[in-house]
């Protein structure tokens, strides 16, 4: 069970590769603290516009600052709203967790970070076989994301690793034994 909460509302961010499973976390926490997800993978196509690739086929830094950019704004714009937040998105880099940490506290409202992991094998399969699924990622973006993946500060360890490694209810289980 997280930590007391010190207040009313909760920014609830998930943090981990492409392809670890954590849309289907997202979706399943936030039905859970009755928030409201924002997922980049449906900001990009809504609202950033076409995506621009580097010669590696991933998306360009400037693509990726204008999804967390738009993601932020929208964030503080729903927290403002007396709602919670559940933000799916990758969150590699340190700076955009700090700016989902520097939004929560400017709201006043409680901040996690959850992480989820999959073994890199069952990762693969599962991109190879998606389906309808708002995500552009391939696993080629998931192994250079893996390599790019600023690691956690003391300050902002996660409070939770959820484990995707083996079905979607294993992965619900986890979920509602910590929540």
Do not use: W
Request: with cysteine; net charge negative.
């Amino acid at each position: 069970m997280p930590d007391k909460a010190r207040f009313s509302r909760t920014l609830t961010i998930l943090c981990g590769l492409q392809g670890t499973g954590k849309s289907e976390a997202a979706k399943i926490i936030a039905k859970k603290q009755r928030a409201l997800l924002l997922k980049t993978d449906e900001i990009s196509k809504k609202v950033v516009g076409e995506p621009t690739y580097t010669e590696q086929g991933i998306f360009t830094d400037e693509y990726v600052e204008k999804r967390y950019c738009e993601l932020l704004r929208m964030i503080a714009e729903v927290l403002k709203r007396d709602k919670n937040v559940v933000a799916d998105a990758t969150f590699d880099k340190r700076k955009n967790r700090e700016r989902a940490r520097q939004i929560a506290s400017a709201a006043e409202v409680d901040f996690q970070i959850i992480q989820v992991i999959c073994p890199e094998e069952l990762v693969e399969e599962r991109m190879e076989t998606r389906k309808d699924d708002a995500s552009q990622a391939t696993f080629i973006h998931h192994l250079v994301y893996k390599d790019k993946f600023e690691p956690f500060v003391a300050e902002e360890m996660p409070i939770c690793i959820f484990s995707n490694a083996s079905t979607l209810e294993d992965l619900e289980i986890q979920v509602n034994m910590f929540y």
